[in-house]
C-alpha cells in the first residue's frame, strides 16, 4: 500500500477537525471539497459564508456545504476566542481591544480554535506568507512540552531502485525553518523528525546527526556541535534509535558504516537525517529529489503543541489536500502520544 493510501486509510478511521483559515481561496475550496468528499477530515472554513459558498458555487464545487464555516466577523465568535488571546498575550502588552482585532485575523481565529480544543489542526499558507502562518502559531499554539524550536521535516519517497529507509521512505529534517540551529535545538530537532518518522511516515525511526566526521574523524567547533546535540537528544528520548556524528554515507550504507562507525546503533540504515544546518538540509532535499527523481513531501512543521501546517504560495489544490492529509496523521499521532 503506497503512502499515502495508508494515511488516508488511518485519516478516514479517525476523523479530524482540521481548520483552513484561508477559506474562499480557489485551491483551498477545491482541495477541501475532496476531503470531505472521501471523508477523510472535518473541514472547517474561515471566512464570510455567502463569499465562500459563492466562490464554491464559481467552481461547481458539490461538498463545501457539508463544511463547518466560521465568520471572523460575528461578534459571537470573536466573543468566545478573543478573551482566550488576551489571556494568552497580556503580559506582553495586549490590550482586551487589541486580542478582539487580532482574534478577527483568520490565521489566530483557526490557531484559537486549535488551542480551545474546536479544531485538530491547522493549514494555511496558500496566500499568506510562513512568517505569517509560523507567528500566529507560536503565539497562540506554542511548542511541545520540552521544545523550544518549530523546525520543517520533508518526506522523501523513494524509488524502488534506491535501496535506503524504510518502505523506500526517508525523514529530512531541517530543511525549510531554522538557519544555524544550537546543538539543544539541533537535538530537538532531531526528537521532532522521529515523532514525524513515527506519526506521517508509519516508520520506525532511526536517527542519524550528520556530520563532515564520522566518529572524530575530523575535529572543528560544528562537529563538536553535532556530537553535543547527539548527547542531548540520546538524554531526551533514551530509547530514539539515534546516532552522530555520523557522515552521510556511513548512515546509510551498512557497508561503510561497518568500516567508519562499526559499533554505531544506527549500522548504516538510516531512515531520518538531520542535517547541521538549513543550508546543508535545504541543499541535500533538492539534490536527492531532482538528481535521485524522489518525491518530496513537505514542509511538514514539527515541534508545535498542535499541528499547524504552511503551504507554498504557487502551490495546487492536490498540494494542500496531501498536506491536509498529513496534518490529520499528525494530529493522531499527538493525541495517541499524550
Given amino acids: 500500500m503506497e503512502l499515502f493510501d495508508k ?47 459563492a466562490m464554491a458555487g464559481e467552481l461547481k464545487l458539490e461538498h463545501i456545504k457539508d463544511a463547518t464555516i466560521v465568520n471572523p466577523a460575528d461578534d459571537n465568535v470573536i466573543d468566545v476566542y478573543a478573551p482566550i488571546l488576551y489571556e494568552l498575550r497580556k503580559k506582553k502588552g495586549m490590550t482586551p481591544e487589541q486580542a478582539r482585532q487580532q482574534a478577527r485575523n483568520p490565521l489566530y481565529l483557526g490557531c484559537l480554535m486549535v488551542k480551545n480544543g474546536d479544531a485538530d489542526g491547522q493549514v494555511a499558507g496558500a496566500l499568506n506568507t510562513t512568517g505569517n502562518v509560523l507567528r500566529a502559531a507560536f503565539q497562540v499554539i506554542k511548542t511541545q512540552p520540552g521544545i523550544e524550536v518549530v523546525s520543517g521535516a520533508f518526506l522523501m519517497l523513494l524509488p524502488e531502485s534506491l535501496p535506503f529507509g524504510t518502505d523506500h521512505i526517508m525523514v529530512f529534517a531541517d530543511c525549510a525553518v531554522v538557519p544555524d540551529p544550537s546543538a539543544k535545538e539541533l537535538a530537538q530537532i532531531a526528537v521532532s ?53 555520523l557522515q552521510c554515507d556511513a548512515a546509510i550504507v551498512p557497508g561503510v558504516a561497518q568500516s567508519k562507525a562499526p559499533d554505531s546503533v544506527i549500522a548504516g540504515r538510516a531512515n531520518v537525517l538531520v542535517f547541521p ?44 489536500y496531501k498536506t491536509i492529509i498529513m496534518t490529520c496523521n499528525q494530529a493522531i499521532g499527538m493525541k495517541a502520544n499524550a
Fill in 277 to 320: 544546518s538549513l543550508e546543508v538540509g535545504n541543499i541535500a532535499y533538492k539534490l536527492v529529489q531532482r538528481l535521485g527523481g524522489v518525491e518530496a513531501v513537505g514542509p511538514v512543521l514539527q515541534g508545535l503543541a498542535a499541528p499547524v501546517n504552511d503551504l507554498s504560495r504557487g502551490c495546487f489544490p492536490e498540494d494542500i
Fill in 7 to 53: 494515511l488516508k486509510a488511518k485519516a478516514k478511521a479517525n476523523l479530524q477537525r482540521i481548520v483552513l483559515p484561508e477559506g474562499n481561496e480557489p485551491r483551498t475550496l477545491s482541495a477541501a471539497d475532496r476531503i470531505i468528499a472521501e471523508g477523510l477530515a472535518k473541514v472547517i472554513l474561515i471566512g464570510v459564508p455567502a463569499d465562500i459558498m
Fill in 193 to 245: 523528525a522521529a515523532q514525524t518518522a513515527r506519526d506521517i511516515a508509519g516508520i520506525e525511526p532511526r536517527v542519524a546527526i550528520l556530520s563532515f566526521s564520522t566518529k572524530g574523524s575530523a575535529r572543528h567547533e560544528r562537529v563538536d556541535k553535532v556530537i553535543e546535540a547527539a548527547k542531548i537528544a540520546k538524554e531526551m528520548a533514551p530509547d530514539l534509535i539515534l546516532d552522530g556524528e
